[in-house]
């Protein structure tokens, strides 16, 4: 069946330095989103993507859909503590919903 | 500040008994969520409402699992009986629908432990 994975699953990154997670889907989606979970919180949305190759930036989040809307990436630009928390990707495929996997990141001051 | 509300955000029940879980979206939203999430699995989709219509609740076991919104403004989730297994963070979450955009804003979650 329809699979979103995450990779990688845990990040450990000093501050400072930058952090890729990468979100693939097996199928084809219509729109992919972003959220954030902190430690003990919900998930919180970030951002959505719905053209093939779409770019979009938030400060120093840099969010990518893929050519073939099957694959998206969450980039960090220097990292900091406030960054940590767990970032799951999200799709639709036709009437279905799919939250990928997550990555865990951890910020090490 | 408009928030989705969960009730109870803890709860703890012995093996057998039923959970009810409620949820109030957020005023003007016709999607609703609900989710479960676990270590081990992730994050789930159980079921889902636009307009307050069921629109797909494959991810719920059905023989125990029960999901409605008697009116716009309350979703419930039921568990009868319920299991050890059931144990997991359920989160309620609400989006509108526009032109096939489905943000969704999440409710802070109830805990559930089955003892």
């Known amino acids: 069946g329809q699979q979103v994975m995450q990779i990688p699953q845990y990040q450990h990154v000093q501050e400072g330095e930058d952090f890729t997670t990468y979100c693939n889907s097996s199928t084809t989606l219509s729109n992919i989103q972003w959220y954030k979970q902190r430690p003990g919180g919900h998930p919180v949305f970030l951002i959505q993507?719905?053209?093939?190759?779409e770019v979009k930036k938030q400060k120093r989040l840099t969010f990518q859909f893929g050519e073939a809307k099957k694959n998206s990436s969450l980039h960090i630009t220097a990292t900091q503590t406030t960054d940590v928390g767990t970032y799951f990707c999200a799709g639709r495929g036709g009437n279905q919903f799919y939250f990928g996997t997550g990555t865990s990141l951890t910020v090490i001051p | 500040d408009a928030r989705v509300t969960q009730t109870p955000r803890h709860k703890v029940t012995e093996m057998g008994q039923e959970v009810t879980m409620r949820c109030q979206p957020i005023?003007?939203?016709?999607?609703v969520f609900w989710y479960r999430q676990t270590m081990m699995q992730g994050l789930e989709l159980l079921a889902y409402?636009?307009?307050?219509?069921?629109?797909?609740d494959s991810g719920m076991p059905k023989d125990r699992f029960s999901a409605e919104m008697p009116d716009a403004t309350l979703a419930t989730l039921k568990i009868q009986p319920s299991e050890p297994r059931d144990s997991a963070v359920y989160f309620c979450?609400?989006?509108?629908?526009?032109?096939?955009?489905?943000?969704?804003?999440f409710g802070p979650g109830t805990r559930l432990t089955v003892l």
């Open positions: 993507l719905v053209k093939s190759g």
């Open positions: 005023l003007g939203h016709n999607t």
């Open positions: 979450a609400s989006g509108w629908n526009g032109g096939g955009v489905y943000t969704q804003y």
């Open positions: 409402f636009r307009n307050r219509a069921p629109l797909d």
